[in-house]
């Protein structure tokens, strides 16, 4: 299985290319010439023309058999469906090179597609000049079996200038079905050789198939994935989400900022700097409703001080039934007097 694959890359893109820009004017000059041509500018002249030179049969001899109930068809190659045929062809093809043109431009006009595409369009194409080219044998006297005069023949050998320049008008025309016919059997060309892979595109391909398989294989045997349910995957998935994009990028100076760190760490390092912050207020101890009507601070005691002589006593706080001093200081005999 993985040594079948449609390839992508265009054997010669820059070709591909210069055949896109190509279509385009053909494909212009193609809806505008049909689109004159339609429904009957000239088609009817041309047969009448051909009839009074004896290259096709009249006009007026298939009107006289229809009036008179005989069976006399008009030719297809004179007939309203080969001008509505190929205006027809000519929207066909200007919207699907928009489509084209589009695709290319995103890099989307994949070798498959463009097989499929210009299949279709030249086999229109190929209608198309049947029908141009098609047989007028319904006049015994005056039959042709070929192309009409108009393409194997010179205009020139019109006298009327009109009837000379819409000669000219179906002659282009037939020139245009040609080319828009020979530049899609080259697209077709190039679609069948690119879907042949280059074997640096099969190497490639395989070496993608190699990687996907073993990272199948790596998923399939890890039991962690295996043993957590839905939920606890989410939650592992969502916690990934919030880690830095590179270890050591975060800003800040909070001990989590330079190095990879989870929800759940940077909660308990939040929690810890909190109980650090609440060791370092005063205490307000709490009464029962009642005992107590407003909190008490409570802060305290000042750090002891160990004396040589007469042993310990608080800075800032007097000592039990005397005044409460300032400042202590000790005189040489050891007693403190008030400064």
């Known amino acids: 299985m993985g040594r079948f694959?449609?390839?992508?890359?265009?054997?010669?893109?820059?070709?591909?290319?210069?055949?896109?820009?190509f279509e385009f004017p053909f494909t212009v000059a193609n809806l505008s010439l049909f689109g004159i041509a339609a429904p009957n500018t000239y088609r009817t002249i041309l047969w009448r023309v051909g009839g009074e030179m004896g290259f096709n049969s009249d006009p007026s001899k298939v009107a006289y058999a229809a009036y008179n109930y005989q069976k006399m068809e008009t030719p297809i190659v004179w007939s309203s469906l080969n001008t509505n045929y190929n205006m027809y062809i000519g929207v066909v093809c200007m919207f699907f090179y928009l489509i084209k043109f589009t695709l290319w431009l995103l890099h989307v006009f994949y070798p498959i597609l463009s097989l499929i595409l210009h299949v279709a369009l030249a086999?229109?194409?190929?209608?198309?000049?049947?029908?141009?080219?098609?047989?007028?044998t319904v006049d015994p006297a005056h039959q042709n079996k070929g192309a009409p005069w108009y393409i194997t023949?010179?205009?020139?050998?019109?006298?009327?200038?009109?009837?000379?320049?819409?000669?000219?008008?179906?002659?282009?025309?037939?020139?245009?079905?040609?080319?828009?016919?020979?530049?899609?059997?080259?697209?077709?060309?190039?679609?069948?050789?690119?879907?042949?892979?280059?074997?640096?595109?099969?190497?490639?391909?395989?070496?993608?198939?190699a990687e996907k398989k073993a990272e199948k294989e790596l998923y399939a045997s890890s039991p962690y994935d295996q043993e957590m349910t839905a939920e606890e995957q989410w939650q592992h998935m969502w916690e990934l989400q919030q880690l830095p994009r590179t270890p050591g990028t975060a800003t800040g100076n909070a001990p989590w900022s330079k190095t990879p760190a989870t929800p759940r760490t940077r909660a308990f390092n939040d929690l810890g700097g909190s109980q650090e912050y609440y060791a370092q207020q005063p205490m307000?101890?709490?009464?029962?409703?009642?005992q107590q009507t407003q909190a008490q601070t409570y802060y305290p005691p000042p750090k002891q001080v160990q004396h040589e002589h007469e042993g310990v006593g608080y800075a800032g706080v007097a000592p039990?039934?005397?005044?409460?001093?300032?400042?202590?200081?000790?005189?040489?005999?050891?007693?403190?007097?008030?400064?």
């Open 5 to 21: 694959f449609l390839p992508r890359q265009w054997r010669m893109p820059k070709l591909v290319l210069g055949l896109i820009i």
């Open 123 to 136: 086999a229109l194409w190929a209608a198309s000049l049947y029908l141009q080219t098609a047989p007028d």
């Open 153 to 209: 023949k010179s205009c020139n050998i019109v006298s009327d200038k009109t009837e000379r320049g819409y000669c000219m008008q179906a002659k282009s025309a037939f020139a245009v079905s040609i080319i828009m016919l020979a530049t899609y059997v080259i697209f077709i060309v190039l679609s069948i050789w690119s879907l042949f892979p280059t074997p640096e595109a099969r190497l490639a391909h395989e070496t993608k198939i």
């Open 284 to 290: 307000t101890p709490q009464y029962p409703v009642g």
């Open 320 to 339: 039990h039934g005397q005044q409460e001093l300032d400042e202590y200081v000790y005189d040489p005999k050891g007693k403190g007097a008030a400064m």
